[in-house]
């Protein structure tokens, strides 16, 4: 089988396919802001939840159903800074996924990566990496929301955690975002081999 990649493109591809997978799975997974709600554990995370409160009509108080899931609706997410961070933090997912699947791609077919190719590939992964990192710089705007409040012990404000502590899940995708931002875009400048000259 013939490749299109350099040996700093076939480790441009693997690690690319990693901070795509770190970034995707923090991304996905509710547990970017931990804290206690009704002495159970709530998690938050750009555009899902787990454990919320129900008000239980028949005793008459307010249970915590221990479950995790999206909220209801785009616009049931608690404050506007995260909405737009779901959204420019899933597109930046997205840049670098694409950019993963293709560099993969580019093990298996020849004369799929070519330099400038790959140029062009570590730049839309410096974009991926960016947005996402901008994500991560915007949500912190949202611990004012009333959910959150409730959760970190009415403490919490813009950039203050309250009694919340920050998750593995905001680390994983930043961690990730950075990592595609410095080394997958250096890497994907080396990625593509020389293309052929044919003689017409």
Known sequence: MASSLTCAGVVWAFLSFLCAAASCVGFFMPYWLLGSQLEKSVSFGTFRRCSYPVRDESRQTTIMVEQCGRYASFQAIPSTEWR????????????????????LMGCCVSELI????????????????????????LYPLGWDSEEVRQTCGNLSNQFELGTCEI???????????????????????????????YPY
């Open 167 to 197: 998750g593995w899940a905001y680390y994983c995708t930043g961690g990730g975002a950075a990592a595609a931002m410095l080394v997958c875009t250096w890497l994907a400048c080396f990625s593509g081999k020389k293309q052929k000259q």
């Open 114 to 137: 070519s330099r400038t190719v790959g140029r062009v590939a570590g730049g839309i992964q410096f974009l991926g990496g960016l947005l996402i990192g901008s994500g991560c710089a």
């Open 84 to 103: 737009i961070c779901t959204v420019v933090t899933g597109l930046g997912c997205g840049l670098l996924l694409l950019v993963a699947l293709t560099a």
